[in-house]
């Protein structure tokens, strides 16, 4: 028996698991970044122009999906910014199975009217906003931006159409 018959080098398979760990973690960063980034919402380049009484509210259309629009949003919530001369009440609602241009009768053309956190949200369904204002106002609505998960992806984005609203006195 000599020396070398007992030594032998075992190399360690180092560069492979760097490897792996590589392709993994470009696989974590390539999936994170497609759960991040869901198509676009439509927006409108039109400004809704609205007119109602002080204490009247008045319910606006402001984001229907078209009717190819082939997705379920599932809705986290729904934010709006609203600036005004004076203090105006805007809540974002779900009018399910309907939709409205402007009216003060939101229950002849939804058959459900929800607070749309929580709701799926699709083709037929629309979100509107229920304004209100005890005094004479001008207020600028912004485009909604709907927090929503489809699938694996989640993406809070800009929606639908702006919209200016002038209270009027009695």
């Given at each position: 028996m000599?020396?070398?018959?007992?030594?032998q080098v075992r190399?360690?398979?180092r560069l492979?698991a760097?490897?792996?760990?590589l392709?993994?973690?470009?696989?974590v960063?390539?999936l994170m970044?497609?759960?991040?980034?869901?198509t676009?919402?439509?927006?409108?380049?039109?400004?809704?122009?609205?007119s109602?009484?002080?204490?009247?509210?008045?319910y606006?259309g402001?984001?229907?999906?078209?009717?190819?629009f082939?997705?379920?949003?599932?809705?986290?919530?729904v934010?709006?910014?609203t600036?005004?001369?004076t203090?105006?009440?805007v809540?974002?609602l779900?009018?399910?199975?309907?939709?409205?241009g402007?009216?003060?009768q939101p229950?002849?053309f939804c058959?459900?009217l929800?607070?749309p956190?929580g709701?799926?949200?699709?083709?037929g369904?629309?979100?509107v906003?229920?304004i209100?204002?005890a005094d004479p106002?001008?207020?600028?609505i912004e485009?909604v931006r709907?927090?929503?998960?489809?699938?694996?992806?989640?993406?809070t984005?800009?929606a639908g159409?702006?919209?200016i609203?002038r209270v009027?006195g009695?």
């Amino acid at each position: 028996m000599t020396l070398t018959d007992g030594l032998q080098v075992r190399q360690r398979p180092r560069l492979a698991a760097v490897v792996w760990m590589l392709v993994g973690l470009v696989g974590v960063v390539a999936l994170m970044w497609f759960s991040r980034s869901p198509t676009e919402l439509p927006v409108s380049e039109e400004t809704v122009s609205v007119s109602t009484p002080v204490g009247q509210p008045v319910y606006v259309g402001v984001f229907a999906p078209p009717g190819d629009f082939g997705r379920t949003l599932h809705l986290s919530g729904v934010k709006v910014h609203t600036t005004a001369n004076t203090e105006v009440t805007v809540v974002p609602l779900l009018c399910r199975g309907g939709t409205i241009g402007v009216t003060t009768q939101p229950e002849t053309f939804c058959s459900e009217l929800l607070d749309p956190e929580g709701q799926r949200f699709g083709a037929g369904d629309e979100i509107v906003l229920k304004i209100t204002s005890a005094d004479p106002a001008i207020a600028v609505i912004e485009r909604v931006r709907l927090g929503y998960r489809e699938g694996i992806q989640s993406a809070t984005q800009e929606a639908g159409a702006e919209t200016i609203v002038r209270v009027l006195g009695r």
